[in-house]
């Protein structure tokens, strides 16, 4: 949703999706912000980076979490 950025990615950022998928999670997003702005709803927007994936730590969440699981089923 953010684009490239060179610099560590901020909330305050100006969305600026570069393909047609980022752009319809960028849409979801303001829709949600003027649902929320607009009706007075608690809406939050969440956006985990890194969460799970090839060359990922082994002690980020996901990545945690299936090699606990695994662990414990042996």
Known sequence: EYGICDE???ESFVLKPMDDFA?????????????????DLPIY????????????????LITSMILGASRENR
């Not at 319809?24 to 607009?38: D, G, I, L, P, R």
């Not at 956006?47 to 060359?55: A, E, L, M, S, T």
């Open 45 to 60: 927007t969440i956006r985990p980076f890194f969460v799970y994936g090839n060359y990922e730590l082994r002690t980020r």
């Open 8 to 10: 560590p990615m901020q």
């Open 23 to 39: 752009a319809s999670k960028a849409a979801a997003t303001q829709y949600c912000v003027k649902e929320a702005m607009s009706r």
